[in-house]
């Protein structure tokens, strides 16, 4: 079991994909107190935003719905995402995080999950057909610890 986060946030958002660089901004400026390299940086920035995006793709296709953002920090430099959306849920995850594939199809080239994945030390994801889905990213960040003063 995971110990009490140092510092948490919760921002709720429409699925807009006007959105998506908002909740990819608050991500990254969540993350940046535990001083982060770039490259973790953009890490954080691209899985929140891959995560986001399916939400405002897939989860809401027929108009707009909510899409909840948790971010928290932990001891040793882990912040860990939540994008949660109450949409129509993933029949087959397993079959969904597979690269390439797309219950869309066309021009979706189904790397979402895939590319989440390569930027994360952690990913699950949770869903329930009509319910909803809840991707959980988590990244270790080698910065300074929270609270270090500098």
Request: net charge positive.
């Amino acid at each position: 079991m995971r110990k009490k986060p140092l510092n948490r946030f919760v921002l709720t958002f429409e699925s807009r994909s006007a959105n998506e660089s908002f909740a990819r901004l608050a991500a990254s400026g969540f993350a940046a107190q535990l001083d982060p390299t770039v490259e973790e940086l953009c890490d954080v920035k691209t899985a929140v935003s891959e995560a986001v995006t399916n939400c405002i793709v897939h989860a809401y296709p027929d108009g707009l719905g909510e899409i909840r953002l948790t971010g928290e920090i932990f001891a040793g430099g882990v912040v860990r995402f939540r994008v949660k959306d109450k949409g129509r849920g993933i029949e087959n995850v397993k079959q969904a995080m597979q690269p390439l594939y797309s219950s869309l199809g066309g021009e979706r080239a189904g790397l979402g999950f895939a590319v989440m994945e390569s930027f994360c030390d952690r990913l699950s994801v949770r869903s329930k057909p009509g319910k909803g889905t809840c991707v959980t990213l988590e990244k270790h960040i080698q910065g300074k610890p929270v609270g270090s003063g500098s």
